[in-house]
Structures are given as C-alpha cells and as structure tokens.
C-alpha cells in the first residue's frame, strides 16, 4: 500500500504529458463572445467583450505557449490539429487586441511589407512565430495533419474568412466539428455560388 502510495505521484508525472491540452478557458470564451449569425453560416465576434475579459484569455494564450514541441509530438494527431487550429484562432484575436483602437479590417495591421499574418507576436511550441508559419507550416506543411477542411476552421478575422466557431476545437469531436464547419462555409450563399454559363 505504502509503495503504491509513493508511485502514484510519478506515474501522473510521467503521464501528464500525454494527457490532452485544455481548450475549456478559450472554449468559455468563445461562447460568451462568438454568436451565430445569418442561420447559421456566419458569426459575430465581440471585440469589446474579448477585451474586458482580456485577463482569462491571456491565460490561455501562456498556457497554449507553455506546451513543449515534446509534449506536443505526445499527443495523438486529432489532439495536435485542435490544438493549432484553437492556437490560431487565439492568438488572432490578441493580435487585434493588441492594436490601440480595434481596426476596421485585420488588414490594416502591419505594413505594406509585412501583413497582419507575417508579425512575430508569440510563442507556440518553443519558438516565436506567426500566424501565416502555423497555417501554411505547421498545419497544412504536415502530411500528417493537413486536412482540407482546415480553411473551414482557421479564422484569418476577414469578413472573407468562414465563422470563428462559438466553441473551442476539440480531438474528440473534430471530426464532426471540421464537416460542420465545412458545411456551414459552403450553405453560405453570400460568398458561394454557382452560375451555369
């Protein structure tokens, strides 16, 4: 008994790593500050709110950026792909936070030479990055995560982009959160149609 006592500790030390990460702060988040819009096929983000509750999601954010690129490669595929999928969408967030007045368009942060996309705002698995390197390298530059949908689930926060999800990515429920946001994309008869010529 008393050894299994003394063994208990180590094995959740050695196991913790492989535990999933916990998306339920951004997924709290998001469903006080995310509404549907248009039945369903857009969404409505509320800058303001995301700011008044500015201090959870810097929680977050340290949180996403305290995970280890070891601890990560741990973690089965569904779990890194909602992982960077929720990563993205969070930090684009902070990075219009970060402006000193909300812009118009996420377009007009930066330069001409360096777009919102390009700036080196954070920390993601042990080094500085942005957002276009965990798009277009970390998710759709790995064989083993790139998933089409994927442009379904990212939110670049352009009036072009599909709905940031009112709810956090989760590996347990992705695939049905990717063919839903799928889905909804392609319902949206604003910014798809089809014309027989």
């Known amino acids: 008994m008393m050894i299994a006592r003394l063994l208990l500790p180590l094995l959740l030390l050695v196991a913790s790593p492989l535990l999933a990460f916990d ?19 857009a ?4 800058y303001p709110g995301f700011q008044a509750n500015r201090a959870a999601l810097d929680q977050y954010l340290q949180a ?3 995970v280890s690129g070891a601890n990560f490669q ?27 007045s909300l812009p118009d368009s996420i377009r007009d942060i930066g330069s001409f030479f360096s777009g919102p996309w390009d700036q080196r705002f954070f ?14 390298e970390m998710i759709r530059g790995n064989p083993a995560l790139m998933d089409p949908r994927i442009h379904f689930a990212v939110n670049c926060a352009s009036v072009g982009c599909p709905a940031l999800r009112p709810e956090a990515y989760r590996a347990e ?20 149609r089809f014309n027989k010529t």
């Not at 969404?43 to 509320?46: F, K, Y």
């Not at 909602?82 to 402006?99: E, G, K, S, W």
């Not at 429920?173 to 604003?190: G, I, K, P």
């Open 23 to 41: 998306h339920q702060r951004w997924d709290r988040l998001l469903a006080e500050h995310v509404q549907w819009q248009r039945s369903g096929v």
């Open 43 to 46: 969404t409505s983000v509320d």
């Open 64 to 66: 996403l950026s305290q």
């Open 74 to 100: 741990r973690w089965s595929q569904d779990e890194q792909l909602a992982f960077l999928i929720n990563a993205y969408n969070a930090f684009t967030i902070d990075l219009i936070l970060r402006q000193d």
């Open 123 to 136: 920390t993601l698995l042990g080094e500085t990055r942005t957002l276009d390197e965990v798009e277009h």
């Open 173 to 192: 429920t992705l695939e049905q959160q990717l063919a839903d946001s799928t889905r909804r994309f392609l319902s949206d008869r604003q910014r798809n």
